[in-house]
């Protein structure tokens, strides 16, 4: 996940290949309580592993339920055969609406003694008619700062179920949803013949996320009767049962980029596993209102398939009740259009993780767009070419604004994106913009390349690591890659001569090797001790003196430049690898200074050194790296010196990064 202040995505040219998507988000919190509601243990398969579910994983340990996680399958032993807690219980729900609304509900109406906080946003996100609800039936709740906003306390209550229970519909379906998965458990213990009658005041919005709670609860055991879309009813002795063990779906919305992206990029066209068009989400309409725009699709069970029709996609008018998150992404695709878009229906756009009719307007005017807003709707004009500005995307903490307008660098006019703060996407997709980046292409001249050179000890493999892990980009450590190209080719059984020449250029070109951070890992395994070692370097040497590994192993380096980024650490990468680098650094510091330095850690390493012997060898290899015949060791022509000699590292860190951000459009 990038957990970067930024991403700037370069000019995307077009997208082709699978994705995989993670579980629903809203599948995925309802399962998780209703397990802990049940009796018994449930296994959760597919699980998403994001803010919100570990949100909710957090709050059901601190309730006493018991849940073992490994990777994506969660088991839960649930609270219905244990006794609840009884002591004081402070749960912090983030930014979790799928979290805070239902545990709201099951906490109030089973009582105790429960506060329930958030981030800042989400005291700023109404529950009041939540709140209201569970007041008509007896529930004790208070509120501990505005009236209508958590953060709430919970108490014991004395429940009143002869009457229906009124909610309002017309703001959040959550609260529908919460109250029908907590009432079960008052429904439970009454007498037979009765029952709990839910009835909604004003018109239901996201009647498919309702779908979605009353496909779950028949799975769990609980069977409501649905009187169209005003009245719900929960019939005495209703009781949660395990079904033992589930499975999430892919999540709908998370499909809604990657339709879009079909929809939009040229290429071959993009392949979602994990969600079809029978889905129980009702996020998954979104194709319809694609195809609508142009986009051609096909499905199949637990599959979908998208290319791009009509071009430029057309401008609808759609209500979009039925699909409220998916929604924003249609604004986005808008901006390809061949007329105006206009969105209904979407005031609850407004109470989500942001005010996102503002979010959605004020962003798509920074690249240039026209639009214009009302209380409930949204309409968006297309952006043509020759209209496109560049433009940093402030994403307000909300996963979606981040997602929506990645797809914004597939512009006709070839201008660059930034995206604030893309760690926000962890809510719901942490892997959002791997996924895309797997997909999506560009010419190797659109990818930016940070070159880091220097002598032996100046530090330029520390400062190259962080210096990419501060952009989100990929690393390359050329120095590196020429001692596990020998440490491979001898665990393959090869000498490091001209006999096994040919086989060492063939492994050369399919070298599994990563870099992380200043690991060095070969296939997967961590090779970074083993390799750094004195006889590591010598090996390297002889690997470097073969003409045909050489060269396989100059045009691996190449594919190292991957979307985002790459930043290249090594003797000649600024001369002869990518020449085009648009920044290029030398790194140094005096003789002395370098050999301070690698004497520390060698002591610190349990080495014996002496000083005034590793400035001599410093020195002379100096002079052995500047005067050999291949790959001297000079500055590239148009290289920014940096001496380190009397700087941190994270004082050189940032220089570079002031100096790359002074090349950026974004500066």
Not at 370 to 397: C, F, M, N
Not at 574 to 603: D, N, W, Y
Request: net charge neutral; hydrophobic share 45%; proline share 5%.
């Amino acid at each position: 996940m990038f957990s970067t202040a930024f991403i700037d995505l370069p000019p995307l040219q077009g997208a082709s290949g699978t994705v995989t998507l993670p579980g629903s988000k809203s599948i995925s919190n309802r399962v998780l309580l209703l397990s802990a509601l049940c009796r018994g243990t449930t296994v959760v398969h597919d699980l998403l592993d994001s803010d919100d579910t570990r949100v909710m994983l957090a709050a059901l340990r601190q309730l006493g339920c018991g849940v073992q996680v490994q990777g994506t399958t969660v088991t839960i032993t649930g609270l219905g055969s244990r006794a609840w807690p009884v002591e004081a219980i402070e749960l912090f729900m983030g930014n979790a609406g799928t979290a805070m609304r239902p545990l709201t509900a099951a906490l109030a109406v089973q009582g105790g003694d429960f506060t329930l906080k958030g981030v800042p946003r989400m005291h700023e996100r109404p529950i009041g008619d939540l709140v209201d609800a569970l007041r008509e039936l007896g529930c004790a709740i208070d509120y501990l700062g505005n009236k209508g906003y958590p953060p709430l306390r919970i108490r014991r209550p004395t429940l009143q179920l002869d009457k229906p229970i009124p909610v309002r519909g017309d703001v959040s379906s959550q609260f529908l949803t919460a109250l029908l998965m907590a009432l079960p458990l008052a429904a439970e213990h009454l007498p037979s013949g009765c029952a709990i009658t839910i009835e909604v005041v004003g018109e239901l919005i996201s009647k498919p996320y309702i779908e979605i709670t009353l496909n779950l609860l028949a799975r769990f055991g609980i069977a409501v009767e649905r009187q169209g879309w005003e009245r719900f009813v929960i019939p005495a002795g209703s009781r949660y049962q395990s079904p033992g063990s589930i499975h999430v779906e892919a999540d709908a919305s998370s499909a809604s980029y990657f339709i879009a992206l079909g929809a939009i990029a040229k290429g071959d066209g993009i392949r979602i596993q994990g969600v079809g068009a029978d889905s129980i989400q009702g996020d998954i309409r979104f194709m319809d209102a694609a195809a609508q725009m142009g986009a051609k699709i096909t499905s199949g069970p637990n599959w979908l398939e998208i290319q791009r029709g009509a071009w430029p996609l057309k401008g609808i008018t759609l209500d979009c009740n039925h699909i409220p998150d998916a929604a924003m992404t249609l604004a986005v695709m808008a901006l390809y259009a061949d007329g105006p878009t206009t969105l209904r229906n979407i005031a609850s756009w407004r109470v989500k993780e942001t005010d996102r009719i503002v979010a959605m307007a004020t962003e798509s005017r920074k690249l240039g767009a026209t639009v214009e807003e009302g209380p409930d709707w949204i309409t968006i004009h297309p952006l043509p070419a020759g209209k496109w500005q560049r433009a940093s995307i402030h994403t307000y903490d909300d996963h979606r604004l981040a997602m929506c307008f990645s797809l914004a660098a597939f512009n006709a006019d070839q201008v660059p994106v930034r995206i604030e703060d893309p760690k926000c996407v962890a809510k719901t997709f942490p892997d959002y913009f791997e996924a895309l980046f797997s997909v999506a292409y560009t010419s190797r001249q659109n990818i930016p390349v940070i070159c880091i050179d220097g002598p032996t000890a100046s530090g330029k493999g520390t400062l190259a690591s962080r210096v990419a892990a501060a952009l989100g980009y990929h690393y390359l450590d050329s120095g590196a890659l020429y001692r596990v190209m020998a440490h491979a080719a001898l665990q393959a059984g090869l000498t490091l001569e001209a006999a096994d020449e040919a086989a060492m250029a063939d492994l050369a070109r399919q070298l599994p090797v990563r870099f992380s951070g200043e690991q060095v890992l070969l296939n997967e395994v961590d090779v970074t001790d083993a390799i750094r070692s004195e006889q590591g370097g010598m090996n390297a040497s002889k690997v470097s003196m073969l003409p045909a590994v050489r060269k396989a192993l100059i045009d691996f380096q190449h594919s190292f430049q991957c979307l985002p980024g790459l930043l290249a650490d090594g003797r000649d990468m600024g001369t002869v690898i990518f020449p085009s680098a648009p920044l290029k650094v030398f790194l140094t510091a005096s003789a002395t200074k370098r050999a301070e330095r690698r004497h520390k850690q060698l002591i610190l390493k349990g080495f014996s050194a002496n000083i005034d012997a590793l400035r001599a060898d410093l020195e002379a290899r100096d002079a052995r790296d500047m005067s050999r015949s291949v790959a001297p060791l000079l500055p590239a022509q148009d290289a920014l010196q940096l001496d380190n000699s009397s700087l941190t590292i994270e004082a050189s860190v940032e220089q570079v990064l002031v100096w790359w951000q002074n090349r950026q459009v974004f500066s």
